[in-house]
């Protein structure tokens, strides 16, 4: 194989991780070894290395010496940073948006979560769990895509996947997807509106709210 196909192998295994860790199924703080990863992502031993090695530099896995690798913990010290990290993203994305813009028609934006929030109210179950999350993510998304820039793109990526492992370690709670669309949505509006202060205090709220769901106070 030349070294560009080598080097096109081991982006595509690290694809592959990050979607085995984002979708549960290398959980936090399970342990791999080498030939594990191998079978489970099917890619050469080589291009794992490659990818592992990356990985633990966004500080998702930590390589074990001779063992593998333990994927991230998901203690409360980690969520909280994670979350809080997000929650900056979410308020410079916001500020850059309306530095450009005095407000903005979200109207797609608003219109799948008023959506699920109809949904939410008359009562939905975990087989809908993967519908909310999208549309959870969609607003995270979206503030980020108005950072306008790459380095702080790839920061939020990064930590998305973080998010995405600390997740998957909690029950779907099928009761906070109402109240998470709300505050979304709140959100949404004051960005529409143009009020700036009114969206740094949504998203904070947003931030406590779902800290204090997971039962993380303070």
Known sequence: MTEAGGEAQSRRAFGALVDALRDGELPSSSFHSMQQLV????????????AVKRAEAQGLVEILPKRGIQV?????????????????LDKEGARRLLARDQGRDWFD?????????SRARAGI????????IDVDLSLHDALAEELDN?????????????????????????????SAMEEHLAII?????????????????????TLRWWGIHG
């Open 39 to 50: 079978s489970v992502l099917g890619f050469p031993i080589s291009s794992i290395r490659e």
């Open 72 to 88: 991230m913990s998901a203690d409360l010290a980690s969520t909280r940073n994670c979350m809080d990290m997000r929650a900056t």
């Open 109 to 117: 934006l608003r219109a799948v979560h008023e959506a699920l929030l």
């Open 125 to 132: 179950g975990a087989a809908e769990a993967v519908d909310a």
């Open 150 to 178: 790459p380095l702080l793109r790839r920061c939020y990526e990064e930590n998305r996947t973080r998010i995405a492992i600390i997740q998957n370690t909690r029950p779907f709670l099928a009761d906070r997807v109402a």
């Open 189 to 209: 509006s004051a960005i529409e509106a143009g009020d700036e202060p009114a969206a740094m205090q949504a998203i904070d709220l947003h931030f406590v709210q």
